[in-house]
């Protein structure tokens, strides 16, 4: 007859392991550690540890607490790694750590022995040397042994390479739920697009691509020839951010350096057609083009047409009223958009941004290249980096990518910085205490969102896609993660058609519908020991471990 499932337990309860067991002559003891795809090697050591005393108490670092350096682990998430783990034989209980260490467990649990991987034995890591002292200090003893088998859960899933579609899909969904996202709350928020007031500030430019079915070498020498068959224009830089959210519903003008030209005016007639009120000022000689010869979905050459002189003083200072004057009033978001042609820099910032922050409720900010004025946006609410643009800003590219964007993000005091990873999705960082003072006291969260695009035909918008969907979802009254993940599925939209088309209400409502992590996830409410903003995580069965019950340990507030 199998076990009912085991019920969550609290410091208490897991204080209440230890002395019940000591209480009755039994010997508590202690494993700690990932476990992020077990393998024999973990089976091994637990085996070892519980041949050492009769109770054996197994503890994982949560998904938050776990560091990696490309910020997309674990691969599996701590209900599932509980699960596997419970399921063995030799273990008794099974408890989640909110902590970097073990030293919560350590303190409430107070074991007999500690028993770590054999592999520790010499490390003079002082998170090791800290746990040691706290269960000596207790009264208990340590030991390092990892039974027959030595394996690494890294090693394994590095030399396994990229996870199965099964497998990764399992993982999204239960990332899903730990994010409050089904398919409910997502559309929720997407309805919440409509009516929000948006400004977006930045280079306008034209996208145009000259298409043809075939090429030839050309007779004259070795070029190709190519005679374009049709000729598409896109909205390009800040006027597809502002595009993407106009089409979304949202109320939004555009403050970007246009032209005297006929071309400036027709561009600022067809952004007025798509939904978005253009203030085009007459900074320069027109809009930028940048053109691209593209043969089928190939493209051959991009070629770049207009200046890019940067805006003199009384440019930028046209500009910043303009900017000033379009968000006065209610507000909800405002999306700065620096595509190097000279409507922004790093000096015109913060002079921009002081009087901006204040009447927007969220401020979001991107850059298209290496650009300084990444460093230069300040106190924004998201950053939308890629990794390159994100090492360039920092002039670090050997530093692990959690390195990089939390000391960008303590240096600026931003709270949420997206960073895109090309086919590997994209990974946010995000403080754990909501508090702005505290934002930077502890090591950042990240959550990864695997690359949900399913046919790659052109790569141009995604990062505009993204930006204005993370930024829309944010002005919602969506979580950071919640607009990491929309942001993905309109960057996916955007990729699987040539051109940099906006993405309308009905096509992200599509699409949102047919994701399956959103109709396999079981979206949780947000609660736990001693923190704001945790999931409360839900009862597992315990798998042929009778009796297991799971738990999150957090630290106490005298560790």
Wanted: net charge neutral; hydrophobic share 45%; proline share 8%.
């Amino acid at each position: 007859m199998s076990a009912p499932p085991p019920k969550p337990i609290d410091g208490a309860g897991l204080q209440a392991v230890g002395e019940r067991a000591r209480a009755a002559g039994r010997k508590v003891v202690l494993c700690h550690g990932c476990f992020d795809v077990l393998h024999p090697g973990h089976v091994g050591y637990l085996q070892a540890a519980a041949a050492q005393g009769d109770v054996l108490v197994v503890s994982i670092t949560s998904d938050d607490a776990i560091e990696k350096a490309d910020g997309t682990r674990p691969h599996l998430p701590e209900e599932m790694r509980s699960e596997h783990l419970a399921a063995l034989a030799c273990v008794d209980h099974v408890v989640v750590c909110a902590a970097e260490t073990a030293s919560p467990v350590i303190e409430r649990l107070k074991p007999d022995l500690y028993v770590k991987g054999s592999e520790y034995a010499n490390s003079d890591d002082p998170r090791v040397a800290a746990e040691r002292e706290r269960v000596e200090s207790l009264g208990g003893r340590v030991l390092f042994t990892s039974g027959a088998v030595v394996m690494s859960s890294t090693a394994l899933l590095a030399a396994a390479g990229p996870a199965g579609a099964a497998g990764e899909a399992e993982r999204l969904a239960a990332a899903c739920g730990r994010w409050g996202l089904d398919a409910a709350r997502a559309l929720g928020l997407l309805r919440g697009f409509a009516g929000l007031r948006v400004v977006v500030v930045g280079d306008a430019l034209e996208d145009r691509y000259s298409v043809s079915d075939a090429v030839e070498a050309a007779d004259e020498g070795p070029c190709l020839s190519m005679r374009p068959e049709r000729v598409l224009s896109f909205a390009g830089g800040a006027a597809a951010v502002a595009s993407h959210a106009a089409a979304l519903g949202a109320e939004v003008t555009l403050v970007a350096p246009g032209g005297p030209d006929a071309a400036s005016r027709a561009f600022a007639d067809r952004l007025g057609a798509a939904g978005v009120i253009p203030r085009l000022l007459p900074l320069r000689g027109g809009i930028p083009v940048k053109e691209r010869f593209v043969v089928g979905t190939q493209k051959l050459l991009k070629v770049d047409h207009g200046s890019s002189v940067p805006l003199d003083s009384a440019g930028q200072r046209r500009l910043r009223e303009a900017a000033v004057e379009a968000a006065a009033g209610r507000t909800d978001a405002v999306i700065l958009s620096d595509f190097g042609l000279g409507c922004l820099d790093a000096a015109s910032l913060a002079p921009l941004l002081a009087p901006l922050r204040p009447r927007a409720r969220v401020l979001a900010g991107d850059v298209s290249g290496p650009r300084p004025t990444l460093e230069a946006m300040r106190g924004v609410d998201l950053l939308t980096p890629n990794e390159r643009e994100l090492r360039a800003a920092c002039a670090a590219p050997d530093l692990s990518l959690p390195t990089v964007a939390s000391g960008l993000m303590e240096r600026l005091g931003v709270p949420n910085l997206l960073a895109t990873l090309d086919a590997r999705g994209a990974v946010l960082f995000h403080p754990r205490d909501p508090a702005p003072g505290r934002w930077f006291d502890h090591r950042l969260r990240s959550d990864h969102v695997p690359s949900l695009t399913a046919r790659a035909v052109d790569p141009v918008g995604a990062g505009d896609a993204l930006l204005a969907v993370a930024t829309l979802t944010l002005a919602a009254g969506g979580t950071g993660p919640q607009a990491a993940y929309l942001g993905s599925v309109a960057a996916a939209v955007a990729v699987d058609r040539l051109g940099n088309a906006a993405v309308d209400a009905a096509t992200l409502r599509s699409a949102l519908r047919e994701r399956p992590e959103l109709r396999a996830s079981t979206a949780t409410p947000r609660v736990v020991l001693g923190a704001a903003a945790w999931p409360q995580r839900r009862p597992h069965a315990a798998l042929g471990s009778p009796g297991v019950p799971l738990a999150r340990a957090e630290p106490s507030p005298t560790a």
